[in-house]
């Protein structure tokens, strides 16, 4: 992409500002982020993002629910500043109005403030684990009075672990890429697992389990931490929908329990850290213990395996679909990717009584 169609983007939401640094940021696999930064005094720093346009069709959608849940959680801290553990952020206009730009060239863009915050090479120790649960659920927990109606469902279904193992099937029986042959031990392990998807078909059913404003993509990488290690922020909200409170828990375990890199290149050495998931587990049950009901509780801990099956499909799913949803760097990404799921997945799976047992004592 063209580093220089960048200053005309930004003068869309700040005209005439002088920019003095433009700094592409990595980590998320679907938007592209740059950090900016303007000339003043004290200087000022913004986050600009490339919106993935085949991911969110529906970018006006997507930015009036990002506007409510960041304005929602800004007056919220503003309120009780004493209290508050989260540091928000609110989108700019640009001159015309809109929370978001639409370039010649088809693609959209956002702009927000940036935090400050530190640059963590590897979040996965006990305390920062414990911050983090504390803040994603205190996060849930500031979003229970937004107007659920008021919410657009972005990605329809998006953690609905069903409606993945079904695309699977489709793409298994499509084959397109032919890559199903050479995989058949990976195709045997998602259908030794299959039960998951059977008995989150049970949960689906139980009307007593509440639909809330969750965040749905609470990755390690979406927390921000100061230099004394507190979480100091949530971000990347653009999947902040009705879901389940378990997805949110399940998804952070998924990524945060797992020793290695998502897209660790010699499985081996990926496995469940139980630690890890104890000192998440007693942050995150400690901030949603005044409002969690006991129905979602005792389904924690099977959220952290569904999750992470279900990201394994839309890891597979994708890579025999020809690796049109995730950002690949090469071509067996997807199915590294989906390898470490697996064997994150097999891990938990021998912790599970375990992994109960704490959230049911706590
Ligand atoms: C995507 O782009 P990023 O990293 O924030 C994905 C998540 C996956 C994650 C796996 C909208 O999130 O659901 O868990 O990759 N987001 C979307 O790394 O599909
Ligand atoms: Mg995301």
Not at 73 to 96: D, P, R, V
Not at 123 to 140: D, Q, S, V
Request: glycine share 4%; with cysteine.
């Amino acid at each position: 992409m063209k580093k220089n169609k960048i200053p005309y983007i930004v003068h869309q939401f700040l005209p005439k500002s002088d920019i003095i640094l433009t700094k592409e940021l990595e980590g998320g696999i679907i938007n592209q982020t740059f950090l900016i930064r303007i000339k003043a005094n004290p200087c000022k720093q913004f986050i600009l993002q490339q919106i993935n346009h085949s991911v969110f069709p529906d970018v006006p959608a997507l930015m009036s629910n990002l506007k409510i849940i960041t304005e929602h959680l800004h007056k919220a801290s503003a309120q009780n500043k004493q209290s508050s553990f989260l540091q928000t952020f609110l989108y700019y206009q640009t001159i015309e109005g809109a929370y978001y730009y639409q370039h010649s060239d088809d693609t959209y863009w956002r702009l927000s403030d940036f935090i400050a915050h530190e640059d963590i090479v590897n979040p996965k120790n006990l305390k920062l684990a414990n911050e983090a649960g504390k803040l994603f659920a205190y996060f849930i927990g500031q979003l229970t009075d937004v107007d659920l109606k008021k919410i657009n469902e972005i990605i329809p279904g998006f953690h609905d672990s069903e409606k993945y193992f079904k695309l699977f099937i489709k793409a298994v029986k499509k084959d397109k890429t032919e890559r199903l042959n050479s995989t058949k031990e990976i195709y045997e392990e998602f259908i030794k697992f299959k039960y998951l998807i059977e008995d989150f078909i049970e949960i689906k059913k139980n009307k007593n389990i509440p639909v809330r404003l969750v965040h749905n993509d609470t990755k390690i990488d979406n927390i921000l931490f100061d230099s004394e290690g507190h979480a100091v922020s949530v971000i990347d909200l653009d999947t902040c929908m009705p879901g389940y409170l378990m997805s949110d828990f399940g998804d952070a375990i998924r990524s945060l329990s797992n020793t290695c890199r998502e897209d660790e290149k010699d499985v081996n050495k990926v496995s469940f850290d139980f630690k890890l998931y104890e000192s998440f587990a007693k942050g995150f049950l400690k901030n949603v213990e005044s409002f969690i009901l006991p129905q979602e509780k005792e389904n924690l801990a099977f959220f952290a395996l569904l999750i992470t099956y279900e990201q394994a499909l839309r890891f597979y799913t994708d890579y025999l679909s020809g690796d049109i949803y995730y950002h690949i760097d090469y071509p067996e990404h997807n199915l590294q990717r989906t390898r470490v799921q697996l064997k994150l997945l097999n891990e938990m799976n021998s912790h599970f009584k375990a992994m109960e047992k704490l959230i049911k004592e706590f």
